[in-house]
């Protein structure tokens, strides 16, 4: 998890935030109105510690692209919400002094809010973003597009249906107090959910009671729950009077999460930036070791976060074939540098653990996840060029 939102504010559905990101026409008005960006340019962003300002205050339904530059001291991330706090398209990870783009598609008028979030946390700067006019989904007129999202949603059943029971399991064991068994399973459970992770953070209400982490911002009165406050019971404070009702809770919050799955209208664009977002996952959290903090697992969530990045691609690649040949191969050349840099460090059916790490094998998986971001990073613009 990368985002440090209260639970009680982010309440995304994935149909909704699915309306980012691919090529669209708009019956708005071709003529700029105050406030709109210049024609076939993107709407920039300039991030600051304390301010964020974009250059728009209104866009024409479509695609919109949206340039942000941190021009501040502290990481940030940039967001485009609608109504109630529902994500249409983020960006994360962008250090200071660096730029990065967002593309959404947003087909329905209406008000919605952007937010710079410097340091990555709270609620952001925000400012209202007017959307005029509406616009039709590329998948609506590709067929490839939509084979693309149809396939990548069938990925992410697949992992749904391997997650549920495989909570359950760890749940059982922690009921029968057998830490060894439940220390086995935690980082397999977590595998399957860290391969779909920007999936369900689109939910917003689901993902902090899922992979929230101890030091997140929450609502008074809002107990922290999920896999991570497992894993401080299982392997720094023991297991608590309430480590089986947490356990419970968790195999309930995982099977909401399926149970939103087929209401889903992924877009092209979106599968892109969520490949994207997995990238940037494993440089925040995982080289880091900020992730499993307790059980410093942190390489199989490193390793199933690439995973998930690439079958989001290959559900594009006829799309990415079709209009930039030299990408795929790049991104193919890439995918193999990291995953044979990470079977270096196989134990059994695992990995090795973050604390047996030098700083040289740190410094090796920045290099390669580095590599792959770049080529990644043109994906939804390929797509919805």
Known sequence: ??????????????????????????????????????????????????????????AAAGKLTFSINNAGSKVTEFYLYATGDRIMGEVENIGPGLTRQLIV????????????????VGDGIRAPFTITGTAAKSTDTNAQLADATTNYTRYISSQLDALVPKTQEFADDIKKGDVAAAKAVFPVARTYYERIEPVAESFGDIDPKLDGREDDERDPG???????????????????????????????????????????????????????????????????GEEDRYSHTDLWD?????????????????????????????????????????????????FKL????????????????????????????????
């Open 1 to 58: 998890m990368s985002r440090r939102t209260r639970t009680g504010m982010a309440t995304a559905t994935l149909a909704v935030a699915a309306a980012a990101m691919a090529g669209c026409t708009s019956t708005a008005p071709p003529a700029a109105a105050p406030g709109a960006p210049a024609a076939g340019g993107p709407i920039t962003v300039k991030a600051a510690d304390t301010a964020c300002e974009v250059s728009a205050t209104t």
């Open 105 to 120: 598609e947003v087909p329905d008028g209406g008000t919605y809010t952007t937010a710079c979030k410097p340091g990555m």
């Open 222 to 288: 809002v107990n922290w729950t999920g896999f991570h406050r497992l894993e401080k019971d299982l392997w720094v404070d023991g297991l608590k009077a309430d480590s089986p009702a947490i356990a419970d809770q968790l195999v309930t919050d995982v099977k909401d999460l399926q149970s939103r799955i087929p209401a889903l209208k992924l877009t092209p664009a979106q599968l892109a930036n969520g490949a994207k977002e997995l990238l940037d996952e494993v440089a925040t959290s995982k080289i880091t």
């Open 302 to 350: 490193f390793k199933a976060n690439v995973e998930g990045s690439q079958a989001a691609v290959a559900s594009l690649r006829p799309v990415i074939d079709a209009k930039n040949p030299q990408l795929g191969p790049t991104l193919d050349k890439t995918f193999a540098a990291v995953d044979a840099l990470l079977e270096g460090y196989r134990v059994g059916d695992g």
């Open 354 to 385: 973050y604390t047996d790490l030098t700083d040289a094998d740190k410094k090796k998986m920045t290099e390669v996840v580095d590599a792959l971001a770049e080529p990644v990073s043109q994906v939804a613009g390929v797509v919805t060029s």
